[in-house]
């Protein structure tokens, strides 16, 4: 007698674990091209699946094989049209004048490239790159559920019938099954003894007899059509409902002042978007909070913030007030983790410097996971600025936050190509993990 | 219940393309009674599984196997595999077979009910027999034991992983999978002592040497130098003797004798060698194995046809996916990878039969002992358990079959701008076409002879190999060095490998691994 097994459902994917195994092992290589492909793509593609080419570094497995092209070899071919032994046929191009009995997995090796999913991308994309340290939360912690009443359901537990439900139910099919009335049995059984106890029963025996027998047939109906039936029976559904134990909120603060142009517009985007990207895959649940001023600030949604332009001086502490507002109106620090991201190309009124940087030192930071100042200057000054402290005002009074907050970072840019640099500095591994290495 | 077997006995076993587990199960007892009663087969136990194409693919990586442990090479290949199968490059196998005892078959879900039954008579049946039977099977491989083995070593080794780290497994197993190929007893049977037998061997002959020390040897007076050469001379042979020396098995040798491995890593140097010599009796039968397992499903399936079993349109099926696989395309066609060993391994296997059956008077002339006996059934029962690729060419080759294939024989000298044709299908080639399509599936021939020569283990410990170069081929340098440097990594000290011409003597290159 033969054993026939269904596999089929057997988990699937028994080479997933050698398959990260061998991603992890060509890593290095794998992560170079995704960095080439990010480079010349646009910035959202990032999180999207790519086609790269199978990594050769680093996952040669060299055994001791025979050289093709050296020494004397004997082929058997079939399919001889024309020769006569003697015959002499000239060597294609490389070597090997049969292709002998190898072929198959060598030769396809050159165009053989394979998909890496969104999360494998970004795994590359953003190794050794770490957020700084959370001091609220453990990410590893599991995910806390809270049950929540999400409808009816016709089994449960007994606790929790829901009684309102149920005797509804119950009420609508006895009308519809005419399960006789208690009252009205009640009515017949009166009758049947009032006309008992009268005297003349004579008269009255067969009027008795139908009652009776009416009786009875009401009482079958009611032991048949049960006043409470399992079908009847309703409980109170409760799903379990994921809590955010992980949730953030993300300010962007932009200067659009009439000195911020198209450039240091763009630039400040793609920031904004790789901080967000960033974000993504740490939280399930990320907010992100506009914030845009001139002399004065107001939260707008993303399109304004980005594409509408407005007039007027440069006061930075009004976005920073704003943003103090907001958290206290509806982010309170004990819930959510807070990172704010400011660009600017670093002018300000004079004198309002040092009214941010004591905003930001005394109050806001206490309130941040972490706080990105981004600088966009122009490409001439990068010569300049690029390595000194000097700088505008606005830089020269981060410079004293910085010096007080770990979590506080403040870089200059001026070309796209400055961002990512910038972006892995700015979430580079804390200086304890830095002196590992 | 009488009726019901009647019914099943006689008539159709299956309309339509649909398979279900009843209709699996009524044709697997009808191809069983036709392997076992008609062709006098002789199989272990089958065990048939239904796989979708997810979990084929997962197979192919794993080296065929059910249970095997977790190295990034599987998911290399799993990746490649992958890849050709979803770009359409590359159809999936229609089944895959173990070696083991139960037989375990995987049938595809995808396949039709005729493409079940064919697979069915070519796995459970045809390979299952050869697994069963053939000499080089019963000698290097144990189907009783081979899965609770794999069970062991997954196991093992992910608990080595466990304790040790990843990355230390993963570079012992690198280094393991690189020498896989010198990794196998060709000549004799592994020795089966264990290791605390061993142990004990060894103090014995430590305490008898104790024992038997005397200090006035060392009051001897000095002997001349060529004593001196003389004696080192014997030192040599006698430490050579003593560690097996020369020795073809480099795994082997280097889990005995490395100085530098834990337990661990020995044990799981054995584990590789252990699957190495598993799989090497199927490299050299590969043309026999599908050859039989063909031979079987085309006759079983036809006899079924013939006892109106088996539908004109599902025959239709069978025929066209048997015609698929025994094509062989010639060797200026685009699509030709070789010789295709079903091609050759059933036309091998029917003309046996036609010898048997309806000889020419060439065929008496080359096969007196069997042409015109009839008994195709025992010559190739015969066969099946005695051969293996290279001797069963070398004995079955006929003349006509060469003139079907119509082959030639192709000389090729490195430095020869051209190639010659040395031999065609006439009288004067038969006989070394034959003999040099039968070297071609001799592994002992194509495989490079690598053997360890040499090591003073109580001295600077340079382990030497020895590579015998035939016919004047190299190894491929890169992959070579690569290769060296693994053996370094598990000798621990220096290594050097020298190639030696095996018919002048001359040694054609020398490269040393120093252990950093």
């Not at chain 1, 999180?47 to 570094?57: K, L, N, Q, T």
């Not at chain 1, 941010?356 to 001439?380: H, K, P, S, T």
């Not at chain 2, 004995?395 to 079907?404: E, F, G, T």
């Amino acid at each position: 007698m033969t054993i026939y097994i269904d596999r089929r459902l057997n988990p699937k994917d028994k080479s997933l674990g050698n398959r990260q195994r061998f991603l992890k092992r060509a890593r290095e290589e794998l992560k170079r091209t995704i960095k080439e492909q990010v480079k010349a793509g646009r910035i959202a593609d990032v999180d999207a699946e790519h086609r790269v080419p199978v990594p050769v570094r680093g996952t040669g497995e060299p055994t001791f094989h025979p050289d093709r092209t050296s020494g004397e070899r004997q082929y058997i071919l079939p399919g001889n049209k024309e020769f006569a032994p003697g015959d002499r046929l000239p060597k294609p191009g490389s070597g090997g004048g049969g292709s002998g009995s190898e072929g198959g997995r060598g030769g396809a090796d050159d165009d053989f490239q394979f998909v890496l999913s969104r999360e494998e991308v970004l795994e590359l994309f953003f190794e050794d790159l770490e957020l700084p340290d959370m001091v609220k939360l453990n990410l590893k912690e599991a995910v806390s559920f809270k049950p929540r009443r999400a409808g009816f359901a016709t089994s449960g537990s007994p606790t929790n019938i829901n009684v309102g439900r149920t005797m509804r139910n119950s009420y609508g099919r006895r009308i519809a099954l005419h399960r006789p009335k208690r009252e009205e049995v009640e009515r017949l059984a009166a009758e049947i003894a009032q006309l008992e106890a009268q005297p003349n029963r004579k008269a009255v025996e067969q009027r008795i007899e139908a009652l009776r027998q009416e009786w009875e047939r009401l009482e079958r109906r009611r032991k048949r059509i049960p006043y409470v039936d399992p079908v009847d029976v309703r409980f109170n559904r409760f799903e379990a409902q994921p809590l955010p134990n992980a949730s953030a909120v993300m300010f962007c603060l932009m200067d659009v002042s009439s000195s911020m142009g198209e450039r240091e517009k763009d630039l400040a985007k793609r920031f904004f978007v790789l901080l967000h990207l960033f974000l993504k895959r740490r939280y399930e649940r990320i907010d992100i909070v506009f914030i845009r001023h001139t002399h004065e600030a107001r939260e707008v949604d993303e399109e304004t913030f980005f594409y509408s332009t407005q007039s007027g001086g440069t006061v930075v502490s009004t976005a920073l007030e704003e943003m103090q507002r907001i958290i206290a109106e509806r982010y309170p620090a004990r819930e959510w983790n807070i990172y704010a991201a400011q660009a600017s190309d670093g002018d300000n009124i004079a004198g309002d410097s040092e009214r941010c940087a004591a905003l930001l030192r005394n109050e806001l930071m206490e309130l941040c996971q972490y706080y990105a100042y981004v600088e966009i200057i122009d490409e001439r000054e990068t010569e300049i600025f690029g390595s000194t402290d000097n700088g505008t005002s606005l830089w020269r009074s981060y410079r004293s936050v910085g010096e007080k907050w770990p979590n506080f970072q403040m870089t200059r840019i001026a070309r796209p190509a400055d961002i990512y640099p910038v972006f892995r500095r700015l979430f580079a591994r804390q200086p304890a993990g830095a002196a590992r290495r | 219940m009488t009726v019901t077997s009647k019914s099943a006995d006689s008539g159709l076993l299956f309309t339509g393309s649909d398979w279900n587990f009843a209709t699996l199960s009524r044709t697997y007892d009808a191809i069983e009674k036709i392997a076992l009663d008609e062709l006098k087969l002789d199989v272990y136990p089958n065990q048939l599984e239904i796989i979708s194409s997810e979990q084929m693919l997962d197979a192919y990586s794993s080296v065929g196997m059910p249970l095997m442990y977790q190295h990034w090479s599987f998911g290399k290949r799993f990746v490649f595999e992958e890849n050709l199968y979803r770009s359409g490059r590359r159809g999936l196998a229609y089944e895959l077979v173990i070696n083991s005892n139960p037989c375990i078959a995987y049938l595809m879900e995808e396949n039709t009910m005729a493409m079940q039954a064919l697979v069915t008579a070519h796995a459970s049946f045809g390979h299952n027999h050869f697994f069963k039977n053939n000499y080089l099977f019963r000698q290097w491989t144990e189907a009783n034991a081979i899965l609770s083995y794999m069970e062991f070593a997954k196991k093992y080794i992910a608990k080595c992983e466990e304790r040790h780290g990843t990355a230390a497994v993963e570079a012992i197993l690198d280094s393991a999978h690189a020498l896989m190929d010198q990794g196998v007893f060709r000549y004799r049977r592994p020795p089966r002592l264990s290791s605390e037998k061993e142990r004990e061997r060894a103090r014995e002959r430590l305490e008898y040497e104790e024992q038997t020390y005397s200090d006035l040897w060392r009051t001897l007076p000095a002997r001349t130098s060529d004593e001196i050469s003389d004696e080192v001379e014997q030192e040599v042979a006698e430490r050579k003797k003593r560690l097996n020396l020369p020795d073809e098995n480099l795994l082997y040798f280097l889990e005995k004798n490395s100085l530098v491995l834990q337990p661990w890593q020995r044990e799981i140097l054995r584990i590789v060698r252990v699957i190495a010599q598993y799989f090497y009796p199927q490299r050299q039968t590969k043309v026999m194995n599908e050859g039989c397992a063909t031979f079987v499903h085309y006759y079983i399936m036809n006899r079924l046809y013939d006892q109106g079993r088996i539908g004109e349109g599902p025959m239709l099926e069978i025929l066209q996916s048997h015609t698929n696989v025994v094509f062989q395309p010639d060797f200026d066609d685009p699509r030709f990878p070789g010789i295709n060993p079903y091609a050759l391994g059933f036309a091998l296997m029917q003309d046996i039969q036609r010898i048997c059956n309806d000889p020419t008077a060439e065929d008496r002339d080359w096969f007196p002992d069997i042409a015109g006996t009839g008994a195709w059934r025992e010559t190739l029962l015969d066969a099946w358990a005695n051969h293996r690729d290279e001797s069963f060419i070398l004995q079955y080759l006929s003349p006509a079959l060469i003139r079907n294939f119509r082959l030639f024989l192709l000389k090729d000298k490195s430095k020869d701008p051209y190639c010659e044709v040395a031999s065609i299908h006439n009288e004067r080639g038969y006989e070394g076409i034959r003999a040099a399509l039968a070297r071609s599936y001799d592994i002992g021939v194509n495989q490079p002879d690598i053997q360890v020569v040499d090591v003073d283990l109580l001295g600077d410990r340079h382990l030497r190999l020895q590579h015998n170069v035939k016919s004047g081929v190299l190894l491929e340098e890169q992959s070579r060095d690569a290769t060296l440097r693994h053996v370094c990594r598990l000798w621990g000290y220096d290594v050097s490998l020298a190639g030696v011409d095996s018919e002048t003597g001359a040694t054609l290159y020398e490269r040393t691994a120093s252990a950093d």
